[in-house]
């Protein structure tokens, strides 16, 4: 159903749809998480301000939002 950098991004079995990412998160919820697991091995702690300032750059939540905004479209048309 989606397809980008990763070939599958979201599929439905049945009724059932489902995402590989997370299409509700946004660079400012992105920093919010990233905050709450510094510590937790995601990433080097030393990196997260340079990973949070990529995020807002690349604008993270603008495409991911439209997927859920056409997913909404597409099911109440059905």
């Given at each position: 159903?989606?397809?980008?950098?990763?070939?599958?991004?979201?599929?439905?079995?049945?009724?059932?749809?489902?995402?590989?990412?997370?299409?509700e998160?946004d660079?400012?919820?992105?920093?919010?998480?990233?905050?709450?697991?510094?510590?937790?091995?995601?990433?080097?702690?030393?990196?997260?301000?340079?990973?949070?300032?990529?995020?807002?750059?690349?604008?993270?939540?603008?495409?991911?939002?439209r997927?859920?905004?056409?997913?909404?479209?597409?099911?109440?048309?059905?």
């Amino acid at each position: 159903l989606v397809t980008g950098d990763v070939p599958v991004q979201a599929y439905r079995v049945g009724s059932i749809y489902v995402t590989q990412f997370h299409p509700e998160l946004d660079a400012p919820l992105l920093a919010d998480r990233m905050r709450v697991y510094v510590n937790h091995g995601y990433f080097a702690p030393d990196e997260m301000e340079d990973i949070i300032d990529q995020a807002h750059a690349a604008g993270l939540g603008n495409d991911q939002m439209r997927v859920l905004a056409n997913f909404v479209t597409h099911h109440r048309s059905n």
